[in-house]
């Protein structure tokens, strides 16, 4: 059974820090791509950043570039999310996702989320 738990989210002040996790079961994080997704009140659910299976090709969405990094640790399945100079406007919902692929598809899945809420 797949399974994909984030954790690490909290309050924090603007400039803070803070890391996300998404413990992973049930396939393997090396082989399959894994995103880091955010969803605000009112916006539509957008793409943080992602790393690729095997190759592990790192790319970022232009808000989040050169303050945060997506990273995995193969031996505990887990990806990470580090959040650095943190904005109010990257309060939302940090959500994990994995393209896990069998045979000729990939199959997603998602995490339950974890709220993020930075204050001014």
């Known amino acids: 059974q797949v399974r994909l738990v984030e954790s690490g989210g909290g309050l924090v002040q603007a400039g803070g820090s803070l890391r996300l996790s998404c413990a992973t079961s049930?396939?393997?994080?090396?082989?399959?791509?894994m995103r880091w997704h955010r969803q605000s009140p009112g916006k539509e659910r957008e793409l943080v950043a992602r790393?690729?299976?095997?190759?592990?090709?790192?790319d970022y969405a232009e808000s989040a570039k050169g303050r945060f990094t997506i990273s995995r640790d193969n031996a505990k399945n887990t990806v990470y999310l580090e959040m650095d100079s943190l904005k109010p406007e990257d309060t939302a919902v940090y959500y994990c996702?994995?393209?896990?692929?069998?045979?000729?598809?990939?199959?997603?899945?998602w995490g339950q989320g974890t709220q993020v809420t930075v204050s001014s």
């Open positions: 996702k994995a393209a896990v692929p069998r045979g000729a598809h990939d199959y997603v899945y």
């Open positions: 049930g396939f393997t994080i090396e082989f399959s791509a």
């Open positions: 790393v690729s299976g095997i190759s592990g090709s790192k």
